[in-house]
């Protein structure tokens, strides 16, 4: 008798594509900018002391564009000739600006929001550009630069709804978005259970994989941040956010 038979050592090897740690269904696999289908909102994977090309390459042509920036000093603005759209810049920053309420008949639109936690204000300036500029035949295209600054003033929690509500309000004119974000200092978990908010998510000049939290891991940390019950039992009324909606929603 040939005692072989039962001893069998073939590994098993699990099918391309898999792995067999746990399957990643909520999370997005990474793409490529130019795999992304506008409108979408992307997050935007890369070390924070870069900007990729993939920003540029998101943010499309003759649009109406809004940039967001966390900053120390105004970031400076094109002109009007230099840009064939209009162009919105909002600073999250203490940062002595004008005051003043934008003027959006204008084509360079700039708006100052001075406390970064203060997440309701931050979300009635973008919904305002929204609001005035999301209807255009040209389109809007959003740069949200970053969720990491955000997370340095914020508790996770509050910024993942935060970016919930925001994703709806994008959703709700077309726009095509991508937020910025530094997973450097954030456990990977936090990483990915974000990435559920997106419709894609694109690493950029990344060497690193990015971090993979099994689902268990993301789920817990899903449970813990929803657990206001905010998020799924005002889904709809979110969708349709108004600027007082938007208050009511972020507000305390
Ligand atoms: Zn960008």
Redesign the pocket.
Known sequence: MDSTDNCQSVPVQPPDGRDCTGKSVQQAVPTTPAAVDPPALVL?VHASDTVPDA?EE??GGETAHLSVTFADEEPSCPTEEEISGRFGQLTIGNVLADDSAPDFTQSVVTETVPDPTDLTAIGIAVSRFCKHWGDTDEGLTV?F?SLDALLRHTPPADVFQFTHVLANRFASVDAHA?V?FDPTHHEDRVVSAFSVLFDAVVAADCDEPLPEATDEDVASMLAEWTDTALIDSEQDAISEATDEEIERLLGD
């Open positions: 935007l920003c998101l943010c740069c630069d991508h910025h």
